[in-house]
């Protein structure tokens, strides 16, 4: 599973075509797909996250199906612009949206990373008023630790910080309470004493493994029954 999740995060040189190649999977998945269930939606930290293995091996006691919809390496602006197929094809339910590190780790200026997420929620308002939507408080990295076959770490936290996150993640939950949308954290028990995210849980302290994601499904679970 660690060999699955890590390759999920291979920046592919070809990057926007694989992420075009996954939106069309996505697109033709959704055609099955059953309508008012939960949608997951966000990055490569949402793609990455196993909860459709883990709704099919393990009885998590969900009312709902969950569908994955990361897009790795996408920012707000790319999920402004594929809103039909990463969340309205899917006439979900239940909204659960981690996106804006990368806006934060591709320096795209603030009001504009501000301005997006905003016009997302006002399309979600018009289009599924009836929907929950979750707005998610970014996760802890861990700039600190060494790991094995990083080589690009120095490029990876350039402009990525636990402050810069936490500061976004204020902001993020300050558009929640202006659209009436739930802002939570579901980062309890992922961070050591310095408040990194623990090395153990991490193979290039951004991204997790699925023993961390098994952690944020605990803490999530009660926003999913």
Known sequence: M???T???TDLNPKILEFQDQLRTKYANENLQAIKGQTVFVGSSLMEIFPIEKMQAEQDLGLPTHIYNRGVRATTTADLLANLDTLI???EPSKIFINIGSNDI???VAEDVFLANYTEILAAIKTRLPKSQVYLMAYYPINTEADFAGMTQKAHLYEHRSNQLLNEASLKVEKLAKKFNYNFINANDGLTDAKGNLKAEY????AHML???YQIVFNNLKKYLL
């Open 210 to 212: 699925p023993v961390a």
């Open 202 to 205: 991490t193979f290039d302290g």
């Open 2 to 4: 660690s060999k699955d």
């Open 6 to 8: 890590i390759a999920l």
């Open 105 to 107: 780790g591709f320096a």
């Open 88 to 90: 309205f094809a899917l």
